[in-house]
């Protein structure tokens, strides 16, 4: 357990690293990756599969980052270069 938690402090901290100096739309899969390996070590480790509230709620989440993600691509593409 301990193994388990030094190594998640150092994968949060280098993610939001990553967030100060690179764009959003390139850091953005990489965190919700975080939420793949929950859902696989759930299953994996305790044999529970995520309920109905939870599934929308990931489901929520990826759609707000993708949405993100393609937003701040489109705008990327209006903008003028001078």
Not at 35 to 60: D, E, M, R, Y
Request: hydrophobic share 60%.
């Amino acid at each position: 357990m301990a193994g388990a938690g030094f190594f998640l402090i150092f994968g949060h901290f280098f993610i939001f690293m990553a967030y100060r100096v690179g764009p959003t739309g390139v850091v953005a899969p990489f965190y919700y990756c975080f939420t793949v390996w929950a859902v696989i070590s759930g299953v994996l480790v305790f044999g529970q599969f995520p309920n109905a509230l939870a599934v929308c709620g990931i489901l929520l989440v990826v759609a707000s980052g993708l949405t993100i993600v393609s937003l701040d691509e489109r705008k990327r593409r209006l903008t003028v270069v001078a």
